[in-house]
């Protein structure tokens, strides 16, 4: 089987690494998989559209260009990188791997890479798209998490979160009018990371026609992600061995939805009550936050290693996400493979994940008593969730698990062609 895997990057954010993962499974069970991405250098495992310097120029360009339409409209700039037009993008309907393709398999695409009507080229071509969403972006008019609002179920519009000026044909409700009709292609098949992404998809005005299945996402754990002895980890860390370590791990930690506000509460509350020590991976833009906690924090910083990544889970006690707005984390499924139980709020696809007082806490949404709660909990039953979080990783998120699901998806819909 042919596939052309399609993302905006080959290894920056979730959503690519979850990508990265699905094509080297795929890959490995033998299918040829062609993966296009556009920001990435030179590669034999991609082919990326950003290598020469025209390439490069054109893609800051329509990344700029995606910026600047939406300018006029944005409520704040705390919300800028929160709502996406899909307006500017490149026609890829051409591609040679593309063409040759039996399967179209897309993830994130924004920022330029593909638009709306780009994806709309796609669709025409009449081969199976399959489309695997991180986020809400495919279904709303505009952002990648509509929060409580639920105006995509109808029509967006009145976008109160978002826009600057909100009203019923509003930039929102613009979008999701191009969307509405650009993506009601029968070939279009829609694959989500939990089920909580796929219940929100299937209420959707745009994509509740449509076949929605709920396929997790995947990870090596067997060589990479694996258990190994806490204490040894730490060792090798230069950590603390005497103090539990609380592990935080987010491409940009202090982002708005990441949580730190509930982050610090929670730690204040757990600073009262017990000592140990905080792991944050992730470029900090600003430690000032992080002023008023007194416990001693090891900022790891971007860590691109994924064996060095998996020892900081290993050494982890437990790792904890504040997170307001999630669909299926790749640092829950990662930490849970290294043995390591999580704490999270019970949002998105995170309750699918942690198994209550099992293989970790979910605590009610944004309480952060609560949370705190659960982190003592988990640090108390560390070794017996600990193994049970790694099983479910075993059982659910295995890559033969997951590429087994793929294929059959991919096989119903080539069995079915339009």
Not at 78 to 102: K, V, Y
Not at 178 to 199: E, H
Request: with cysteine; proline share 3%.
């Amino acid at each position: 089987m042919k596939i052309a895997m399609l993302s905006f990057h080959h290894n920056n954010g979730g959503a690519a690494i979850a990508c990265g993962r699905l094509v080297k499974a795929l890959r490995e069970n033998g299918h040829e998989v062609h993966w296009i991405v556009q920001e990435g250098g030179i590669s034999k495992e991609y082919d990326s559209l950003g290598n020469t310097f025209f390439q490069k120029i054109g893609n800051y360009i329509r990344f700029v260009a995606e910026r600047l339409y939406f300018l006029p409209f944005e409520k704040n700039k705390s919300i800028r990188f929160l709502f996406n037009p899909g307006i500017f993008g490149q026609n890829l309907s051409h591609h040679p791997s593309i063409q040759s393709a039996d399967i179209i398999h897309l993830h994130f695409t924004n920022f330029g890479f593909l638009s709306i009507q780009n994806i709309q080229q796609l669709l025409a071509l009449g081969k199976p798209v399959f489309w695997t969403l991180h986020d809400m972006w495919a279904f709303t008019g505009g952002c990648h998490h509509s929060g409580t609002c639920e105006n995509y179920q109808s029509q967006c519009g009145f976008c109160e979160e978002f826009i600057k000026k909100p009203a019923k044909n509003d930039l929102s409700n613009q979008l999701w009018q191009k969307k509405l009709k650009a993506f009601k292609a029968p070939n279009l098949q829609v694959i989500t990371c939990s089920n909580w992404l796929k219940q929100r998809a299937q209420k959707s005005s745009i994509l509740k026609n449509h076949n929605i299945s709920a396929i997790p996402n995947t990870l090596d754990s067997h060589q990479i992600f694996v258990p190994n002895p806490k204490e040894k980890a730490k060792k090798a860390l230069d950590l603390n061995t005497d103090l539990p370590l609380l592990l935080f791990v987010a491409v940009r930690p202090n982002a708005i939805k990441k949580g730190f506000k509930q982050f610090i509460e929670a730690i204040k509350i757990l600073e009262s009550q017990t000592n140990f020590q905080i792991g944050i991976v992730g470029n900090v833009i600003d430690k000032s936050v992080f002023e008023s906690i007194k416990t001693k924090i090891h900022f790891f910083g971007h860590i691109s290693e994924l064996e060095k990544m998996a020892m900081i889970y290993q050494a982890a006690d437990t790792y904890i996400t504040t997170s307001l707005e999630e669909n299926l984390p790749n640092t829950i499924m990662e930490a849970m493979a290294c043995g390591t139980p999580c704490v999270g709020f019970e949002i998105g696809g995170i309750p699918e994940m942690i198994d209550h007082q099992k293989n970790g806490y979910v605590a009610k949404a944004f309480d952060t008593a609560d949370f705190a709660h659960g982190i003592l909990e988990t640090i108390k039953n560390k070794e017996s969730w600990g193994k049970l979080a790694r099983v479910k990783v075993e059982e659910q998120y295995a890559e033969k698990i997951i590429v087994q699901k793929h294929l059959e998806v991919y096989q119903n819909a080539l069995n079915n062609e339009v």
